[in-house]
């Protein structure tokens, strides 16, 4: 079913949600939720780490170096971006791989998207 979050490709085409309709309460706290994520400098920086990385995919291991922070650390904000629907968390042996959700990035951008489109 979609959501203000996630809406369906007629609704992204049609125009943008917060302009259409005023977002639901659910929706309002899924958003608000997603955007705290990403209002993290750290976070937005692992975010874009990882989308940049060979395959799509980063192992905790490969982010520490990148951002000057310890291994613990990290994994709290990965964490926090996993609970946010921007991150998958693959786990093979002792390390964590993550990867950018398809699309989620793009949702987001729907639902902040204030022009009409008629």
Same mark, same amino acid.
Request: aromatic share 2%.
């Given at each position: 079913?979609?959501?203000? !979050?996630?809406?369906? $490709?007629? *609704?992204?085409?049609?125009? =943008?949600?917060?302009? #259409?309709?005023?977002? %639901?309460?659910?929706? $309002? ?7 705290? *994520?990403? #209002?993290?400098?750290?976070? !937005? &920086? ?5 989308? =940049? ?10 982010? @520490? ?7 613990? @650390?990290? %994994? ?12 998958? &968390? ?8 993550? *990867? ?6 793009? =949702?987001?951008? *729907? ?6 489109? &008629?």
């Amino acid at each position: 079913m979609p959501t203000a !979050l996630h809406p369906t $490709a007629e *609704a992204q085409a049609c125009c =943008a949600p917060l302009v #259409a309709a005023p977002i %639901s309460a659910q929706d $309002a706290e899924a958003l608000a939720r997603t955007l705290k *994520a990403l #209002a993290d400098p750290t976070r !937005l &920086r692992l975010l874009s780490l990882v989308a =940049a990385h060979e395959g799509g995919e980063a192992c905790v291991c490969d982010l @520490t170096d990148p951002v000057g922070l310890s291994q613990p @650390t990290v %994994s709290h904000h990965l964490k926090v971006l996993v609970d946010a629907g921007l991150l998958t &968390r693959d786990k093979r042996g002792v390390w964590a791989y993550y *990867a950018v959700v398809p699309g989620a990035l793009d =949702a987001v951008a *729907a639902v902040l998207d204030t022009q009409l489109r &008629r």
